[in-house]
């Protein structure tokens, strides 16, 4: 099993542009989760998919941020435009979950963002 | 107040030493809890669950506290590979029987020979 892969590995742009991060999680697993992390404020939940669709998205700053997972194998996250602040290293994760249970939530090795 | 709160530390413990965490969560209809372990620059990684009854794997035991709502990690013989920063987790109920999985910041433990 390959795990949850993620690219790019690290991005650095300047603010203002156009930042798309992607995900491709676990095959079978039916829940995606896009992190953010930061040291002032840890991790943070943006947003979370089951089947492919949106279940709750109360995480994404501001409107800059969208998200999308147009099937079960892969998923973006797009800030537009970027800010400095924005600057963390996301975090795509993926389970099995159904109304009774989570399983255990698999990493991708994340995306390290920088904005200059 | 955080839904899942944890002391950051560091803790700073000898090798051989045993060190324990506390977590506690504010929502009292959580139902599944867990720790992660995540080291310097790298992805978190679940170590264990935590189970009603408490649960041991090796050196290391979790215990919860619904009444109190905390839970605890207990590592015993601490050794230098253990340093890292270890993660409470919390599986809540969120509208329309989903669960979500919300992260406390982590405690971490640097261990020294």
């Known amino acids: 099993d390959a795990g949850v892969i993620q690219s790019p590995r690290h991005e650095v742009t300047e603010m203002g542009q156009e930042v798309t991060l992607r995900c491709k999680p676990i095959s079978g697993h039916n829940s995606l989760f896009w992190y953010r992390q930061t040291m002032m404020r840890g991790l943070e939940l943006l947003i979370y998919?089951?089947?492919?669709?949106?279940?709750?998205d109360s995480g994404m700053p501001e409107d800059r941020f969208s998200a999308k997972m147009p099937n079960a194998s892969f998923s973006t996250l797009k800030i537009q435009p970027s800010e400095p602040r924005d600057s963390a290293v996301y975090f795509c994760?993926?389970?099995?979950?159904?109304?009774?249970?989570?399983?255990?939530?698999?990493f991708g090795n994340g995306t390290r963002l920088t904005v200059t | 107040r955080k839904e899942v709160e944890q002391d950051p530390g560091p803790f700073n413990v000898p090798e051989g030493a045993t060190v324990a965490f506390n977590c506690t969560y504010s929502n009292s209809a959580s139902q599944s809890f867990f720790w992660y372990r995540q080291d310097c620059r790298k992805e978190p990684k679940l170590l264990m669950s935590v189970y009603s009854s408490g649960n041991e794997d090796g050196r290391f035991t979790a215990q919860l506290n619904r009444a109190s709502q905390y839970i605890s990690l207990l590592i015993r013989d601490s050794k230098l590979s253990d340093s890292a920063t270890y993660l409470c987790?919390?599986?809540?109920?969120?509208?329309?029987?989903?669960?979500?999985?919300?992260f406390g910041a982590g405690t971490r433990l640097a261990v020294h020979p």
């Open positions: 994760a993926s389970s099995w979950t159904d109304s009774s249970y989570n399983s255990p939530l698999h």
């Open positions: 998919f089951n089947n492919n669709v949106p279940i709750d």
């Open positions: 987790v919390v599986n809540i109920h969120v509208s329309g029987g989903y669960n979500k999985l919300i």
